[in-house]
């Protein structure tokens, strides 16, 4: 029992309420029920990997782990993601996320993949928004999304929503443990004040740390092109852009290659899957870290653990090059079976394209809107509620996400 409490808590920033965690183990002596959400906003990127190692380690643990496609919080948020897209990046990150798990050997035929409008427009969830809404103060709101929703000079209250329907998804998940990066803890917290008063239970919070992005100060963000990796870049982009990473020699704190080696590559290195029977387990082996070092700088060199790296980099025997040599073998190592997928089906390159297409239309908008004036503005935007309430009035309904694409799509060319 507390070999699987460890497995679970390994590698987390915070925990709260773990006793539901041991509670639910030791004494039910059933799986815990955990879930994982993703808004499908930006590209994903390397920075996934921290959470993917973690639900590697809850499916090791036995753990029955959701992965929610927040659509409806991608909308939400700033209007980050319009609707007709969403439904597009709901499928992409679901392919992208398989994709992921895969490459570092993690059977998948274990998780469950959620859509979040399949659920969140139903009239009891509905209901649950109004419940919480009169008991969350705008200014509870606005500090629990103060971390996760964009921040605007203006905001919407659209970003108010968001928080509270994140704290109802416990419950209408069904689940004991919600997992994230510890930005949303604040959310966290107005999930475990506000759901007993509706008269649902606490639920455990786990906390991965948010992985430094490549450039001095900040996390790893889609919304930042130099922060990040992404998980389609080419080998030659990858070495690029670790090659240009921050990387101060001696220093540890706040490094983002070390903290991805601590969060990544060294957990990724452990895992390993065996056959018993039919069915496919993750057990762990030894971790490795390796650095093809030339030989007139002391020669290949391999790490089993992260505090004999740092304390090699503080040191300075390890150099930001030979680091940076290192994490670009074997995070390109890690990419090629994702890249190759991708490159060998015409699916998922379509898939990409519709989810993510390239930005000529908003420039053409621009200048239509400069010469037309008020009146295109106009229109434009009778034309998006039009799009939107059609989206919605379709998911209402229970139409499937290429269902509401096609909808919108239809309209947009019908007009």
């Not at 101060?248 to 070390?258: C, K, S, W």
């Not at 895992?271 to 971790?287: C, F, P, Q, R, W």
């Not at 995070?331 to 090629?336: A, F, H, W």
């Not at 400069?370 to 106009?378: A, D, P, T």
Request: glycine share 6%; charged share 25%; hydrophobic share 40%.
């Amino acid at each position: 029992m507390a070999d699987k409490l460890n497995i679970i808590t390994q590698n987390l920033q915070e925990v709260l309420n773990e006793q539901i965690i041991k509670h639910v183990i030791e004494v039910e002596q059933r799986p815990l029920k955990i879930y994982w959400g993703t808004a499908p906003t930006g590209r994903p990127h390397c920075g996934y990997f921290v959470p993917m190692t973690k639900i590697a380690h809850f499916l090791q643990a036995g753990c029955h782990v959701k992965i929610l496609l927040a659509d409806l919080h991608a909308f939400l948020d700033n209007m980050k993601a319009p609707l007709d897209l969403v439904a597009y990046r709901v499928k992409y990150y679901e392919r992208i996320v398989k994709s992921m798990l895969t490459s570092i050997g993690v059977p998948i035929d274990k998780l469950t993949f959620v859509v979040g409008s399949t659920y969140q427009l139903s009239e009891k969830y509905t209901m649950d928004i109004f419940r919480m809404s009169s008991l969350v103060t705008q200014n509870d709101a606005k500090r629990a999304g103060a971390d996760v929703v964009k921040q605007v000079e203006s905001p919407l209250l659209s970003g108010l929503i968001y928080p509270l329907m994140q704290a109802l998804d416990e419950q209408h998940l069904d689940v004991d443990a919600q997992f994230g990066g510890v930005d949303q803890r604040k959310i966290f917290v107005l999930a475990e004040e506000y759901l007993p008063p509706l008269g649902y239970k606490k639920r455990a919070h786990l906390m991965n740390p948010m992985v430094p992005g490549l450039t001095q100060g900040g996390k790893m963000s889609s919304s930042d092109p130099n922060s990040k990796i992404d998980l389609l870049d080419n080998a030659k982009t990858v070495n690029k852009k670790v090659a240009s990473a921050f990387c101060a020699p001696g220093v540890v704190e706040g490094n983002g290659l070390i903290a991805f080696v601590e969060y990544v590559l060294l957990p990724v290195s452990k895992l390993s899957v065996t056959n018993i029977g039919d069915e496919k387990l993750l057990v762990e082996k030894e971790a490795k870290f390796f650095i093809d070092r030339p030989e007139k700088w002391g020669g290949p060199i391999e790490y089993s653990s992260i505090e004999q790296l740092k304390e090699d980099f503080a040191s300075e025997k390890l150099s930001p090059q030979d680091l940076k040599q290192g994490i670009s073998d074997a995070l390109n190592k890690l990419l090629d079976p994702i890249r190759e997928e991708f490159h060998n089906d015409p699916s998922f390159k379509e898939l990409e394209a519709k989810a993510y297409p390239p930005p000529v239309v908003a420039k053409q908008a621009k200048k239509k809107e400069k010469v037309l004036g008020s009146k295109y503005r106009e229109a434009m935007e009778a034309k998006k509620k039009r799009e939107t309430e059609k989206t919605l009035g379709a998911a209402a309904t229970g139409d499937s996400v290429d269902e509401v694409a096609a909808n919108v799509l239809e309209t947009r060319i019908t007009e």
